[in-house]
């Protein structure tokens, strides 16, 4: 129990401060704590002046409110990055807020004492302008000023933190209480709920690092393509003819290399094509989708942003920077990529968008949002194996929602109506509702359920709970009214689900006991008390394959009559039954349910005793534009009774079911049923004909 209170404490308290493990952005020239230590971040092609060695520059770190200056030494994160960053402890002293300021040098060392005054002066003069910047924690929580070269560049980057920080697909983990998580919640416990919100932090903190070194490597790979262009368009005729050639040559090179799968080689000579003819975006995208093959997702990103900016190859750039973002799990960059993917309306790679529009929010597990994304793709694509893909999330999707709605769910109720005309009604005389005398009466019948389960336990594994069912037929002809069934009862079912023989397996286990009346009492019209039985089932239920599940059931009842002149058919019944249920299409909405069931009773006068071999098919499809199902089989049983009497039954059932509405549904019924049998009285034939609603609800 302590155990399970310091989880829950671990949880709300996890969700109550997870607003502060994000990165916190503040605006430009907003005070930070001097005695901290302060990151300063830029991007600068200018700065990176050789692609093979770690480039360096100057920046001057100025506070507003006291005009304190200091040098800061900024050095490439990696060969070509042309990001640069410093880590530095500023230690002024005094008041320990500042107001930062950062001025740009186009300086590789620190500066010197007489150097370092004069660009003070600069400073105060205002010949030499601050840019534009914002502070921040990162993703370790160190104070960071990011520096951008103009205001634009600083308010687009902006608005990526912003963005990522309100988890724009709104899949926001702080609202995990709200109703696009019910299905998570109810499916996770406390322990999975708490570690699924740590690893969704710990992904975020990644992604964060990325976001705004991406952003600047994006601005720095246009600044880069301009200056090549500008030297292609100066080249002159000879040698940009000449550079024309050569561009061909590694992009054939280049070719080759990327269908044996040396993406690598690839890679190089594609760069190397489009650095010589910067003018052909398809080179520029071949070298995106090298890097893509070699998982260098955060670089193949922004070659596909910048070559989307290009009509021909705007959507399959858009499509493969989605795809990166996807695979460095920034689900919320992602998401909104795809979504203007979709909006292009693509035949083809628009329902590929809102198939993995659907994937992220089953990642996140936001299951509510994702089915109408795979649902859309069944609605737009032509693809048959992305639609079976789809309809896969979607049936797990199903299963979720519907485990989800049963453990929040305890009580349920039940309720069933209806009526239907018998043309010869029998003189049932034991819980077996199809056996008994013919009257060669017809009457309208009436049908009446109700029942009710309470389940307080319902997990992955286990299921235990109470049900009560009664269930009353009344016919109208009085003529036929003596063999009315009433019957009350009474199961506490238990259900244990794991893996066996490497299947999915369930196991049933339902104890009950059930009173049966039959007819009325000649003196006083009160329903006649005519069996009491006990009984107890195990079925259990393997998955053979995705379209196959069968069930072997095991069963014991023991049958007491109350009438003195009926003890006689006190019986033991044991029932094996085996059950099949194949979806013979891949939506699993065609099947076939057959049925092979024996049941030997033993009663305490020989001549009641009996062995009974049943067999029945029933098929299932959907009809009326999938509006309704229809059922409709045969079932035959051979009853063998110990005085060599024997009863040959063959039925054909026939249904008609439409849902009307989540709680109720409504339901078609004929049958006809041919008996012969060695009694003459008990050999018949009938039909019948009604209707039926069902109601259920939960809470």
């Known amino acids: ?65 006291s005009a304190k200056t200091m040098q800061v030494l900024l050095e490439e994160t990696a060969p070509d990055s042309s990001i640069f960053s410093g880590t530095y402890s500023i230690s002024w002293g005094g008041d320990e807020s500042i107001k930062p300021e950062v001025y740009v040098l186009n300086e590789k060392e620190l500066l010197g004492e007489k150097e370092l005054k004069k660009i003070s002066e600069d400073i105060v003069s205002g010949q030499l302008k601050r840019k534009p910047l914002f502070y921040r924690k990162n993703e370790v929580g160190v104070q960071t000023l990011e520096v951008f070269e103009n205001k634009d560049q ?29 299905a998570a919640k109810a499916i996770m416990d406390s322990q999975e709920l708490a570690q699924f919100a740590l690893d969704n ?37 000879a040698a940009e003819k000449k550079r024309i050639a050569e561009a061909e040559q590694f992009a ?15 890679e190089d000579n594609f760069r190397k094509a489009f650095l010589l003819n910067p003018n052909l975006t398809k080179y520029y995208f071949q070298y995106g989708m090298s890097l893509y093959k070699l998982e260098k997702y955060n670089a193949a990103a922004v070659i596909f942003n910048v070559a989307k900016e290009d009509k021909e190859f705007e959507k399959e750039s858009l499509y493969y920077a989605a795809l990166s973002l996807y695979a ?64 896969n999330y979607i049936d797990n999707i199903n299963q979720a929602l519907q485990y989800a709605k049963l453990k929040q ?42 029942g009710a389960y309470y389940r307080p336990v319902f997990t992955k594994a286990y299921e235990f709970g109470l049900k009560v069912r009664s269930d009353y037929i009344y016919t109208q002809n009085d003529d036929a009214t003596h063999y009315d069934p009433w019957s009350i009862q009474v199961n506490a079912p238990f259900a244990y689900k794991t893996a066996l023989f490497g299947k999915s397996y369930k196991l049933d286990i339902k104890p009950g006991y059930e009173l049966l009346y039959l007819g009325q009492e000649a003196d006083t019209g009160d329903p006649k008390k005519t069996l009491k039985g006990y009984f107890l089932e195990a079925g259990n239920t393997f998955i053979m394959r995705d379209d196959w599940f069968t069930t072997f059931t095991l069963g014991f009842r023991k049958d007491d009559f109350f009438e003195i002149a009926d003890q006689g058919k006190n019986a033991n019944k044991i029932n094996f039954k085996w059950s099949n249920m194949v979806f013979i299409n891949p939506g699993k909405t065609k099947g076939i349910l ?106």
Do not use: C
């Open 594 to 699: 057959a049925d092979l069931n024996f049941t030997t009773t033993n009663a305490e006068d020989a001549t009641n005793s009996s062995k009974r071999f049943d067999i029945s098919a029933l098929y299932l499809t959907p009809v009326f534009n999938d509006k309704a199902t229809f059922a409709g089989g045969l079932t035959a049983y051979l009853l063998d009774y110990e005085t060599k009497e024997k009863d040959i039954n063959k039925t054909v059932n026939l249904t008609l079911t439409k849902q009307l509405s989540e709680w109720l549904s409504g339901t078609l019924l004929g049958t006809y049923v041919l008996n012969d049998s060695d009694t003459p009285s008990q050999e018949y034939d009938k039909w019948t004909l009604g209707f039926l609603f069902n109601a259920e609800y939960g809470f």
């Open 1 to 65: 129990m302590i155990k399970h209170q310091l989880i829950a404490f671990i949880y709300v308290l996890l969700f109550s401060n997870f607003a502060f493990a994000q990165t916190k952005i503040r605006k430009s020239r907003a005070e930070f704590d001097s005695k901290k230590i302060v990151q300063v971040k830029l991007g600068s092609a200018i700065w990176n002046k050789d692609p093979a060695v770690i480039d360096s520059g100057v920046v001057i770190l100025r506070d507003g409110k």
């Open 154 to 182: 600083a308010q687009e980057a902006l608005n990526l933190i912003k963005l990522q920080n309100q988890k724009s697909p709104s899949m926001d983990l702080s609202s995990v209480t709200s109703k696009d998580y019910a």
């Open 328 to 391: 460095m799990k920034d689900y919320e960059s992602a998401f909104l990529a795809f979504s203007d993917l979709k909006k292009l309306k693509d035949e083809k790679l628009s329902p590929l968008a809102s198939f993995y529009m659907g994937l992220i929010h089953y990642d996140q597990k936001t299951y509510e949002k994702a089915k109408p994304m795979f649902e859309e793709v069944l609605d737009t694509s032509k693809d048959p194996k992305l639609d079976s893909r789809a309809e």
């Open 201 to 237: 932090e710990t992904r975020r903190k990644e992604v964060q690092k990325r976001l705004v070194d991406r952003f600047r490597l994006e601005q720095t790979e246009r600044q880069r393509i301009e200056k090549y262009k500008k030297e292609f368009a100066a080249a002159g005729d």
């Open 409 to 450: 769910t305890k009580i349920f109720l039940n309720a069933s109506l209806g009526a239907l005309y018998d043309s010869n009604v029998l003189q049932q005389s034991d819980s077996s509702g199809d056996q008994g005398a013919a009257t060669e009466e017809k009457s309208l019948r009436y049908i009446l359920g109700l």
């Open 252 to 266: 054939e090179a280049a070719l080759d290399l990327y269908k044996t799968n040396q993406f690598e080689q690839a």
